[in-house]
Nanobody, 125 residues
């Protein structure tokens, strides 16, 4: 059974940092790309970042480029999203998702097959 479990969300002040994690199980880790998405209150879910299974290629939404970093720990079957210089507009529920992939990173939501339950990130003073 495929499982993706996010953790590490919380409350952080503007300008601060936070790292959220996505622990995975139930599928062959080496064959799956992982994406991060977020949904703010009253808004549609949007892509944040992704990382491929092969070569660890990454892609970022323009709104987070230079501030967020996605990485994967193959020993732990876990993907991380390091978020720096956080802004109030980064407040959202953050979801990770998995897709059978490989070489080319994609931020298209419909390309992802499995989803976690999300973790809340709130940026506020």
């Amino acid at each position: 059974q495929v499982q993706l479990v996010e953790s590490g969300g919380g409350l952080v002040q503007p300008g601060g940092s936070l790292r959220v994690s996505c622990a995975t199980s139930g599928f062959t880790w080496d064959y799956y790309d992982i994406g991060w998405f977020r949904q703010a209150p009253g808004k549609e879910r949007e892509a944040v970042a992704c990382i491929t299974s092969r070569f660890g290629r990454t892609s970022y939404a323009d709104s987070v480029k230079g501030r967020f970093t996605v990485s994967r720990d193959n020993a732990k079957n876990t993907v991380y999203l390091q978020m720096d210089a956080l802004k109030a507009e980064d407040t959202a529920v953050y979801y990770c998702a998995a897709r059978r992939g490989g070489v080319i990173p994609t931020l298209r939501e419909r390309d992802y097959d499995y989803w976690g339950q999300g973790t809340q990130v709130t940026v506020s003073s």
